[in-house]
């Protein structure tokens, strides 16, 4: 919660924590933590890095 204090967001998907583009597909939901709520997000195209 520090780092969300400081600016910074988390990105959850199914509970755990975002890390990379190859944990979600589209369709999912996403909720993301900022120090003053969250967010929920359905993610409708993903791009990965060198495409």
Same mark, same amino acid.
């Given at each position: 919660? !520090? ?6 967001? @988390?990105?959850? $998907?199914?509970?755990? %924590? @975002?890390?990379?583009? !190859? =944990?979600?597909? #589209?369709? !999912?939901? @996403? =909720?993301? %933590?900022? *120090?003053?709520? $969250?967010?929920? *997000? #359905? ?5 990965? !890095?060198? =495409?």
């Amino acid at each position: 919660m !520090n780092v969300v204090k400081r600016g910074y967001t @988390l990105t959850t $998907v199914n509970g755990k %924590l @975002l890390r990379s583009v !190859n =944990e979600i597909k #589209t369709g !999912n939901t @996403l =909720e993301t %933590l900022t *120090s003053d709520g $969250v967010l929920q *997000s #359905t993610i409708t195209k993903i791009k990965k !890095n060198h =495409e």
